[in-house]
Nanobody, 126 residues
Framework: QVQLVESGGGLVQAGGSLRLSCAAS????????MGWFRQAPGKEREFVAAINWSGGSTYYADVVKGRFTISRDNAKNTLYLQMNSLKPEDTAVYYCASGAGGLGFPNMSPSEYDSWGQGTQVTVSS
């Protein structure tokens, strides 16, 4: 399994931006499907965005579409989430996840991913 470590979270005012990074170990990162999820206190983990192995296909939850951008750099074994126009309701712990094998695309269920990072807190103040 790949090891994942998120970074880049923090406190930002509404309307601001943050870029999350997810560093992956191993030489097989380029073969993995990747996704971002988030979990707010008292709520279930929810899908945010997904990207296929090459980065050529992306998919977003409706609530972030047009504001967030998922990308990856396979040469650097890193996944990114650029978050713009942040809202207080975006406050959550954000997790990156990887999935091996071909399950089609997009993959919006946590059960479709094999490895998870520890999460990074994003707090948006109003």
């Amino acid at each position: 399994q790949v090891q994942l470590v998120e970074s880049g979270g923090g406190l930002v005012q509404a309307g601001g931006s943050l870029r999350l990074s997810c560093a992956a170990s191993g030489r097989t990162f380029r073969t993995y499907r990747m996704g971002w999820f988030r979990q707010a206190p008292g709520k279930e983990r929810e899908f945010v965005a997904a990207i296929n192995w090459s980065g050529g296909s992306t998919y977003y939850a409706d609530v972030v579409k047009g504001r967030f951008t998922i990308s990856r750099d396979n040469a650097k074994n890193t996944l990114y989430l650029q978050m713009n126009s942040l809202k207080p309701e975006d406050t959550a712990v954000y997790y990156c996840a990887s999935g091996a094998g071909g399950l089609g695309f997009p993959n919006m269920s946590p059960s479709e991913y094999d490895s998870w990072g520890q999460g990074t807190q994003v707090t948006v103040s109003s």
